[in-house]
Structure formats: structure tokens, C-alpha cells
């Protein structure tokens, strides 16, 4: 039987970079016994920072019963989180995600119209299994040259 996921609202500064109000997450319910207000983050977030996959939340029922306002954070998943801007053909992009990819990393992506342009955004989730610091020397390496602009979302200590 599938996981009925119910979407945990997260409010953003609209006056931030990206210009949006809120962000939604998929989440599965879990602790029924708390009323059912904890839920589990099933996706890497594209703009909320303090937040990573598989981590567990608390929030609160609106009048839409598919959607959750976010409350507070119960449990860590281990997960880290950044958030990457590139161009659509970036040339170099391939070799630095190839680097990324073989120590554990995966990301969902989207497309943002901003003021230098139409770019490619990404939500690179980077899992505990993989070492954290060197995911974070790709990261800046791919800044360096120019090939993304990133930022932390979330790292996870150990």
C-alpha cells in the first residue's frame, strides 16, 4: 500500500533572492500517536534553509486537509541540503555532478527566471553515508570556475 504524503507548508521571506512567500514539501504522516501532526520531509527543499530530507517536523492542520503548516523540527534525518543555480548548458556541469553523484549525492531540479537570466535550479540532497566535507570541495571547486553559484541549505553534524 502506497503512503498517502500530504504537502507541510514552510514560510519564506518573499523580499529573499528567489521572491517567493512560501514553499511546499512532500511529507509522509508518522506518530499517529501525536495526532498526527509529525511528518517525514520527502523531498529536498528548492529555497528553505534549516531543512533536509527525512527529517521529521511537526505541524499544524489548515482548512485543506492535504496541507500542513510547518511547526518545528522533531528529528534529524542526517541529510544535508544546497541549493545550486547553473546555466541550462553549462559545459562543465556533467563532469562536476559526475563527482558529486559517485559520493552518494542526488538532486531534483527546476527552472527559475531571474534577473541575469532564465537558470537552472537545483536542490542537491547529499545523504549521511556520504563525507560531507568533501561533497562541500565540489560544491566550491564548480563555483570557482564559474560553472554553478550555491548555497547552503542545511549540513548535517555528525
Not at 534525518?77 to 541550462?88: K, N, P, Q, R, V
Not at 532564465?118 to 547529499?126: F, G, K, N, P
Amino acid at each position: 500500500m502506497a503512503r498517502r504524503l500530504v504537502k507541510v507548508v514552510f514560510e519564506l521571506d518573499s523580499r529573499d533572492w528567489h521572491g517567493h512567500g512560501g514553499e511546499l514539501l512532500w511529507a509522509a504522516p508518522v506518530l499517529a500517536e501525536h495526532g498526527g501532526t509529525h511528518f517525514q520531509i520527502e523531498n529536498s527543499p528548492f529555497f528553505v534553509t534549516g531543512i533536509g530530507h527525512l527529517d521529521v517536523v511537526k505541524a499544524q492542520p489548515t482548512e485543506n486537509s492535504t496541507i500542513y503548516l510547518f511547526e518545528k523540527i522533531v528529528t534529524r534525518g542526517g541529510h544535508s541540503t544546497y541549493m545550486l543555480l547553473a546555466e541550462e548548458q553549462s559545459p562543465k556541469f556533467g563532469i562536476y555532478w559526475s563527482f558529486l553523484e559517485a559520493k552518494g549525492c542526488s538532486y531534483e531540479s527546476t527552472h527559475i527566471k531571474l534577473s541575469m537570466g532564465d537558470r537552472l535550479l537545483l536542490s542537491v540532497d547529499v545523504p549521511p553515508s556520504a563525507n560531507l566535507l568533501e561533497a562541500y570541495d565540489i560544491l566550491k571547486q564548480g563555483e570557482a570556475d564559474g560553472t554553478w553559484m550555491f548555497q547552503e541549505g542545511y549540513a548535517h553534524q555528525a
